[in-house]
């Protein structure tokens, strides 16, 4: 993931624009993000690559976790 860059200004702008568009599309599959999943998007859209792919394994594991207790 190292070849990866960073998302421009521009780049984040549109993609939070497009979310209501996203978030319509889901509901209408019944399908609704939590909260803290969106928080977790909105963390990771600006960290680098490699910090935003870790967050989102360790979001993961800690959820798993959660369950299997």
Known sequence: MSGRRRLADAE???IR???PAMRASLAGEGL???D???ALFDQAERSPPDEAAARIIEFRRAKR????L
Request: proline share 6%; glycine share 0%.
């Open 12 to 14: 984040v702008e549109d």
């Open 17 to 19: 624009r497009r979310r």
């Open 32 to 34: 609704y993000l939590p």
């Open 36 to 38: 803290e999943v969106e």
């Open 65 to 68: 976790l959660a369950k299997a």
